[in-house]
């Protein structure tokens, strides 16, 4: 590869994984306060289960239980779709700037709001829109886990009152802590990489295509964090625009799409501009 090239593929991932960083950080600010509200919510719903008669087996408890967390499975939805979309809109912007290298070259720019990203995220995404994601979220994490533990736990033996209490306080506590926060990470970054996406799109004069860049980092048993092997074996790979495997490939992944440009002879710039832009 010529250097210059080189030196230019460099300056596409660097911004990116520092844009990445900064989401991380949105990312983390925002669903502190989401999961605020999550876990009120779910301590209101353990207060209407524990203060009735609790249900005498599992159809009725999990029946009573997605009953009474609609509305959390609602606002949960509301406010994922709401900081993906924000996150989307600025992404737009930011990945703007970095194939503009900071205005030094004239691309053609896109505008979509937040208002728009919201619209994408309701819709089919991953074959998946956001409200059904939650719905099936809620129904792994908490639902199914409790079927399941309930079970065993009367085969031991165990009082279905005290197994029930301790179920629920699992199930309910798994789901504020892991998916809605899954859900939350998996959705700024859709909408992270269809802002990506869409300013590569808009540019199809300059760029050839996509490549795929990993977020290189070893894995741990014990936690379940590092890369996957799938987006392991992907990165560096390069796809025609319009076409490739989308990103996110799982949930909490963070690849990002790097564009593959035309030389910069064949854009018109001299080297001097670009060196001085990096």
Same mark, same amino acid.
């Given at each position: 590869?010529?250097?210059?090239?080189?030196?230019?593929?460099?300056?596409?991932?660097?911004?990116?994984?520092?844009?990445?960083?900064?989401?991380?950080?949105?990312?983390?600010?925002?669903?502190?306060?989401?999961?605020?509200?999550?876990?009120?919510?779910?301590?209101?719903?353990?207060?209407?289960?524990?203060?009735?008669?609790?249900?005498?087996?599992?159809?009725?408890?999990?029946?009573?239980?997605?009953?009474?967390?609609?509305?959390?499975?609602?606002?949960?939805?509301?406010?994922?779709?709401?900081?993906?979309?924000?996150?989307?809109?600025?992404?737009? @912007?930011?990945?703007?700037?970095?194939?503009?290298?900071?205005? #030094?070259?004239?691309?053609?720019?896109? &505008?979509?709001? =937040? $208002? !728009?990203?919201?619209?994408?995220?309701?819709?089919?995404?991953?074959?998946?829109?956001?409200?059904?994601?939650?719905?099936?979220?809620?129904?792994?994490?908490?639902?199914?886990?409790?079927?399941?533990?309930?079970?065993?736990?009367?085969?031991?033996?165990?009082?279905?009152?005290?197994?029930?209490?301790?179920?629920?306080?699992?199930?309910? @506590?798994?789901?504020?802590?892991?998916?809605?926060?899954?859900? #939350?990470?998996?959705?700024?970054?859709? &909408?992270?990489? =269809? $802002? !990506?996406?869409?300013?590569?799109?808009?540019?199809?004069?300059?760029?050839?295509?996509?490549?795929?860049?990993?977020?290189?980092?070893?894995?741990?048993?014990?936690?379940?964090?590092?890369?996957?092997?799938?987006?392991?074996?992907?990165?560096?790979?390069?796809?025609?625009?319009?076409?490739?495997?989308?990103?996110?490939?799982?949930?909490?992944?963070?690849?990002?799409?790097?564009?593959?440009?035309?030389?910069?002879?064949?854009?018109?710039?001299?080297?001097?501009?670009?060196?001085?832009?990096?």
């Amino acid at each position: 590869m010529d250097k210059t090239q080189a030196d230019l593929d460099l300056y596409f991932l660097t911004r990116n994984v520092q844009w990445r960083y900064r989401l991380d950080q949105y990312e983390d600010a925002t669903i502190r306060e989401m999961l605020k509200t999550v876990r009120a919510t779910v301590a209101e719903i353990k207060r209407e289960i524990f203060d009735g008669d609790v249900p005498d087996n599992a159809d009725a408890l999990i029946a009573e239980l997605e009953a009474l967390s609609a509305g959390l499975r609602k606002r949960i939805g509301e406010d994922v779709a709401t900081m993906s979309s924000v996150a989307g809109e600025y992404s737009v @912007a930011e990945h703007t700037a970095i194939m503009s290298l900071d205005g #030094a070259v004239k691309i053609n720019t896109v &505008a979509l709001s =937040a $208002a !728009q990203f919201k619209e994408f995220l309701g819709g089919p995404t991953q074959g998946t829109p956001l409200p059904a994601w939650v719905d099936a979220a809620w129904g792994e994490a908490v639902s199914e886990k409790i079927r399941r533990n309930l079970n065993v736990a009367v085969l031991r033996g165990e009082g279905y009152q005290k197994a029930v209490r301790g179920l629920i306080d699992a199930g309910l @506590a798994d789901f504020s802590e892991r998916e809605a926060i899954t859900i #939350a990470r998996t959705y700024v970054q859709t &909408a992270n990489v =269809a $802002a !990506q996406m869409a300013v590569y799109q808009a540019n199809d004069d300059l760029v050839k295509g996509w490549q795929w860049s990993s977020v290189l980092e070893a894995g741990y048993a014990k936690t379940g964090r590092g890369t996957c092997l799938t987006c392991a074996a992907r990165d560096g790979r390069t796809y025609p625009l319009g076409g490739g495997p989308s990103i996110p490939a799982h949930p909490r992944c963070r690849c990002v799409a790097r564009p593959v440009t035309k030389t910069w002879r064949e854009l018109g710039i001299d080297r001097d501009e670009i060196e001085a832009a990096i």
